[in-house]
């Protein structure tokens, strides 16, 4: 699929060409949509959809291995262990050695963690909301399983 895009701005059209058809550069596109309206659903709240994602993650999972966490979520380690040591530093994420093995470090919510996801899950399902509004439902399913399908995830409960 060799599509033509242009796109229209102030200063000139700008031809795309077959950038139209990358999954990468359209996954890249709606990444950035998306966190656009992440943050002006949760603005002010000082808090990344990542950081978002690994607390509700936690608050859903209870207990995990930090580098188990990482690789389902495609976390790089060194970003992982920043991304935690905000969180560890902002009170809302605990880190303890593992009871099975103690060099693995297991995460789990404070309790001002789960306060914190608490507090901000209607503001985390109305974001949700606004994403699938901008489809059809029957687009969304058909987007979010083709998705699900090319990262390997199986089909859950979105509605969680």
Same mark, same amino acid.
């Given at each position: 699929?060799?599509?033509?895009?242009?796109?229209?701005?102030?200063?000139?059209?700008?031809?795309?060409?077959?950038?139209?058809?990358?999954?990468?550069?359209?996954?890249?596109?709606?990444?950035?949509?998306?966190?656009?309206?992440?943050?002006?659903?949760?603005?002010?709240?000082? =808090? +990344? #959809?990542?950081?978002? $994602?690994? &607390?509700?993650?936690?608050?859903?999972?209870?207990? @995990?291995? /930090?580098?188990?966490?990482?690789?389902?979520?495609? =976390? +790089? #380690?060194?970003?992982? $262990?920043? &991304?935690?040591?905000?969180?560890?530093?902002?009170? @809302?994420? /605990?880190?303890?050695?593992?009871?099975?093995?103690?060099?693995?470090?297991?995460?789990?919510?404070?309790?001002?963690?789960?306060?914190?996801?608490?507090?901000?899950?209607?503001?985390?399902?109305?974001?949700?909301?606004?994403?699938?509004?901008?489809?059809?439902?029957?687009?969304?399913?058909?987007?979010?399983?083709?998705?699900?399908?090319?990262?390997?995830?199986?089909?859950?409960?979105?509605?969680?």
């Amino acid at each position: 699929m060799n599509q033509v895009a242009r796109t229209t701005t102030a200063e000139a059209e700008i031809e795309l060409g077959s950038l139209s058809g990358s999954l990468g550069f359209l996954l890249r596109l709606a990444q950035v949509r998306v966190f656009d309206a992440f943050f002006e659903d949760l603005a002010g709240e000082g =808090i +990344k #959809p990542g950081e978002f $994602t690994l &607390l509700w993650v936690l608050s859903l999972n209870g207990s @995990l291995a /930090q580098g188990s966490l990482a690789r389902v979520l495609s =976390i +790089k #380690p060194a970003h992982m $262990t920043k &991304l935690v040591s905000r969180l560890v530093k902002a009170g @809302l994420v /605990q880190r303890a050695p593992s009871r099975e093995d103690r060099r693995v470090v297991d995460l789990s919510l404070t309790p001002e963690g789960t306060d914190f996801v608490a507090r901000h899950k209607p503001a985390f399902m109305a974001f949700h909301t606004r994403e699938r509004d901008l489809l059809s439902p029957e687009d969304f399913d058909a987007l979010t399983g083709l998705l699900r399908r090319f990262t390997g995830l199986e089909k859950e409960d979105t509605c969680r």
